[in-house]
């Protein structure tokens, strides 16, 4: 089936959830869908997290960019700043130049059952980190995809993610770096950068570039200007192995008639003398054409001596230094002939390892650190503990650790989180971790902690905490120290609030033409208790509806009152919230509100700020607003929030949460 993934909020959360969301879809065989890349509402779209985000949808089935119909929503790329822009235009360049790639791998999915987009479970069923590398995915049988789905730190640039490197070596496309797994490795990089590693010996058919286009088709081409007479091949060193490459015609049902073909393509490294073969073509297609030319491209290469085509020497091939790519070219030719290109060199072909990897970490460092870019790992350990810091020890070869938040309520019944620690790069090197765990909520606060000394090996550690069912607001943190080779650094990670919206409130609805409703009326001046002659109804978030346990939640009172207020009735009512605080304290109220309403804290009436440019966890996709500081006392506080329904429609609605000064 094809389809789409749902509606989904303007927010970093909501792309991370992407790909897991889409991986798994393959678990019930729903492996081809779409997303609306961006975000569908929610307002304005943050420059990074749109680049992110098509980023991601380059590397999904479908590439679709759309929202509701919110002059906010911004989804044209060239809206956006230039950086942004270039990189989502890189990404749909990219895109286009792996459809020979995409389209093999949809034949396979037709024919298997395999999805495009999949966990590293399927091919990893016995690794642990396999189920926990959720911001991964095979993206065909050839890579896998780790898009950054984190916003970059502010003073470096930097996007970074945690990527677990299955059994054996894998290639990052971009940066030519070699990692070897099992194992975690920290990836940085700024918005150019999406991370793909290919396995040892991958084979990645492509389109050329496009070509200007005529009218009426875009300038900067369509899948249908893909020209079928054409094809680049990318071969990576490191193992043999072979793809089979699949066409039709591209438009039309003739396939189910037998109408396509197959090219297989090897791809044999050696250690001076790397081959590759284009077989011939099987299976017939009449939309195709009958000779096709090539460019081949050794990626990873030293420049060789010597290039044989069909076993003669040719001197029609190029090699570009800064990219370590020795690119052959080869004229159209019939492709039942096949063709094989042997490269030939004294020493080793293969550029990449060990001194490709230290350039591609030296810059990385330069980067992150800036004008303190250390010289050894000790300047480093002198750093104060900050998140470089943490990330310039990771990407020196040192343990690293990062978070998994659960949200959903079936798994966050189980444990809220989970802290996966990396070991160290170099085999058998030891390391030592602790981690205080503190779970928040109103009640108070409650601490456990773990120690683990002389481990070698990648640790996975659940927080002691789980939704027990109760919907109230709380909120958890890890405070993870790792000491190695002597030497200790810390860092916390705070989660995002538990149901941090106000989660009860007390409402009543009443006909301004028939009767006036003062405050005195609703709470007693006295006890502050709700006046119980008044028609009273409670809107609680349940446990039984929520979809994750960050959902928000506000009083749609629209809902209720539709057919009154379509009708024009004059309906105001009130809105009543016991807030409960350990201690005196300062905070300030955030909401969200369609229609007009006048707020109250404890008696006492609350100036609001202009409208926030921003959106807060607790309310996503709508305008917020933001209170006076309030002063909280010890024990319990009682909002009221006076309201009349709006002018436009969905006119009434209220939600609001209480964040800490």
């Given amino acids: 089936p094809i389809g789409f993934s749902g509606d989904t909020i303007v927010s970093w959360e909501a792309l991370r959830f992407q790909p897991w969301f889409t991986s798994t879809a393959a678990n019930v065989n729903y492996g081809w869908w779409s997303h609306d890349i961006g975000g569908h509402m929610g307002g304005a779209t943050e420059p990074e997290l749109y680049a992110r985000w098509v980023q991601y949808g380059m590397l999904s089935p479908v590439l679709r960019l759309h929202s509701t119909k919110d002059a906010r929503c911004e989804r044209r790329p060239w809206a956006y700043p230039e950086k942004v822009f270039h990189a989502a235009r890189d990404a749909f360049h990219l895109r286009y130049r792996l459809i020979p790639y995409i389209y093999a791998m949809a034949r396979v999915a037709a024919d298997t059952g395999s999805s495009l987009c999949r966990p590293l479970y399927y091919e990893y069923p016995e690794e642990d980190a396999a189920y926990t590398a959720r911001y991964q995915y095979f993206f065909g ?13 502010k003073e470096s640039g930097l996007a970074e993610q945690d990527v677990w490197i299955p059994e054996g070596d894998w290639i990052d496309y971009q940066t030519q770096e070699t990692f070897t797994g099992p194992h975690w490795v920290r ?46 091949v990318e071969f990576f060193p490191g193992a043999e192995n072979s793809f089979r490459l699949y066409e039709d015609d591209g438009q039309t049902e003739a396939y189910r008639a037998g109408e396509y073909e197959w090219t297989t393509i090897y791809n044999r490294p050696g250690e001076t003398a790397w081959e590759v073969e284009i077989a011939p073509v099987t299976g017939h297609c009449p939309a195709l054409p009958a000779a096709r030319s090539y460019e081949l491209r050794l990626v990873g290469s030293r420049r060789p001596q010597r290039v044989l085509l069909d076993g003669k020497e040719t001197p029609a091939w190029e090699y570009d230094a800064e990219t370590l790519t020795t690119r052959i070219p080869v004229a159209p030719r019939n492709k039942r002939a096949g063709v094989t290109i042997t490269a030939q060199a004294e020493g080793a072909l293969s550029a990449l390892g060990a001194e490709q990897n230290r350039r591609v970490i030296a810059a990385d460092l330069c980067r992150l650190l800036g004008t303190a870019t250390p010289s050894s790992l000790e300047d480093v350990f002198a750093l104060p503990d900050s998140p470089r810091k943490a990330t310039a020890i990771a990407l020196l070869g040192g343990p690293a650790a990062h978070v998994l938040e659960f949200t959903a309520p079936e798994e966050a019944a189980q444990q809220l989180g989970r802290v996966i620690v990396s070991a160290p790069a170099m085999p058998g090197e030891s390391y030592a971790l602790a981690i205080t765990f503190t779970l928040e909520t109103s009640g108070g606060s409650q601490q456990e902690r773990v120690e683990i000394k002389d481990v070698q090996t990648a640790q996975y550690l659940d927080a002691p905490f789980a939704f027990s069912g109760q919907v109230e607001t709380m909120r958890w943190q890890a405070e993870i120290t790792l000491t190695w080779r002597g030497q200790s650094f810390s860092l916390v990670h705070r989660s995002r609030p538990i149901f941090p919206a106000i989660t009860e409130w007390q409402a009543v609805v009443y006909n301004r033409a028939e009767r006036a ?8 001046p006295q006890t502050g208790a709700l006046n119980p002659a008044l028609e009273w109804e409670s809107y609680r978030q349940s446990d039984e509806e929520i979809r994750n346990i960050n959902e928000p939640f506000a009083v749609f009172l629209y809902r209720k009152y539709r057919e009154e207020l379509q009708n024009g009735v004059p309906l105001a009512g009130y ?43 607790a309310l996503p ?41």
């Fill in 517 to 524: 409703l003062p405050l005195a009326e609703v709470l007693s």
């Fill in 621 to 661: 996709g709508y305008p917020l607003h933001r209170t006076e500081v309030l002063q909280l006392h010890a024990g319990e506080n009682t909002l009221v929030v006076k309201t009349e329904p709006g002018k436009e429609w969905p006119a009434w609605l209220f939600g609001g949460a209480v964040v800490s000064c």
């Fill in 575 to 617: 809105l009543v919230a016991t807030l409960q605080s350990r201690a005196e304290r300062e905070a300030v109220l955030l909401f969200a509100a369609r229609g007009k309403v006048q707020l109250y804290l404890n008696g006492h009436p609350l100036a609001v700020e202009p409208t926030l440019e921003t959106t807060h966890a």
């Fill in 141 to 153: 049988d050839q890579l896998i995809a780790a898009p950054f789905v984190y916003p970059a730190d």
């Fill in 187 to 232: 990836l940085v990089g700024d918005l150019a950068r999406v991370p793909m590693l290919l396995k040892a010996g991958a084979i990645l058919p492509l389109a050329p570039a496009f070509e200007a286009q005529p009218a009426p088709r875009l300038k900067s081409g369509v899948t249908a200007a893909l020209s079928p007479d054409k094809l680049v």
